[in-house]
Antibody, heavy 118, light 107 residues
Framework: QVQLVQSGAEVKKPGASVKVSCKAS????????ISWVRQAPGQGLEWMGWISAYNGNTNYAQKLQGRVTMTTDTSTSTAYMELRSLRSDDTAVYYC???????????WGQGTLVTVSS | DIQMTQSPSTLSASVGDRVTITCRAS??????LAWYQQKPGKAPKLLIY???SLESGVPSRFSGSGSGTEFTLTISSLQPDDFATYYCQQYNSYTWTFGQGTKVEIK
């Protein structure tokens, strides 16, 4: 069965970076892309960007351009999302989901809480 | 960017009620619309894709309709497990956009 398993919770100071992983299993990793979505406490869902696991092409949300990098390691079927220059309003649960532009998110990871606090 | 607007933001209903949630896109997205259910502390769950296609395993009391800019999610007979927040999402453009969510509460 398809599974996306994310790394554990992180606590970071303002200005630091965080890298969240998303390990896929149960399907051919390079046949689908991975999107990243975050949800601040008590708020809605915010799309962050996606990466094609086939060729590494990316598309990032404009508001995060320059601070976010998405990568994949096809040898381990793992996607990564790195966010730099963290601010308090980056505190959120970060989700990975299978699917990119033209696809809905049909499988989701369990979420990773990133807390940014001094 | 395509904007998605859901209504209402909150909905109070009783078990057995028929419930309808509306989603409007700022420009035509054809039928590239999905609906998700999210419960507290859990990841979103895909219910409907391509506006009206039921995801495998999702109960048939859920249905979706619409195309272009106007879409609806209907729950034909609300069950206790259905109290949750629902999001629409467009995946027509090079980006994803979510509606702001509709919380379905117990009346």
């Amino acid at each position: 069965q398809v599974q996306l398993v994310q790394s554990g919770a992180e606590v970071k100071k303002p200005g630091a970076s965080v890298k969240v992983s998303c390990k896929a299993s149960g399907y051919t990793f390079t046949s689908y892309g991975i999107s990243w979505v975050r949800q601040a406490p008590g708020q809605g869902l915010e799309w962050m960007g996606w990466i094609s696991a086939y060729n590494g092409n990316t598309n990032y949300a404009q508001k995060l351009q320059g601070r976010v990098t998405m990568t994949t390691d096809t040898s381990t079927s793992t996607a990564y999302m790195e966010l730099r220059s963290l601010r308090s309003d980056d505190t959120a649960v970060y989700y990975c989901a299978r699917g990119v532009s033209g696809d809905p998110g049909d499988y989701w990871g369990q979420g990773t809480l990133v807390t940014v606090s001094s | 960017d395509i904007q998605m607007t859901q209504s209402p933001s909150t909905l109070s209903a009783s078990v057995g009620d028929r419930v309808t949630i509306t989603c409007r896109a700022s420009q035509s997205i054809s039928s590239w619309l999905a609906w998700y259910q999210q419960k507290p502390g859990k990841a979103p769950k895909l219910l409907i894709y391509k506006a009206s296609s039921l995801e495998s395993g999702v109960p048939s009391r859920f249905s979706g309709s619409g195309s272009g800019t106007e879409f609806t999610l209907t729950i034909s007979s609300l069950q206790p497990d259905d109290f949750a927040t629902y999001y629409c999402q467009q995946y027509n453009s090079y980006t994803w956009t979510f509606g702001q969510g509709t919380k379905v509460e117990i009346k």
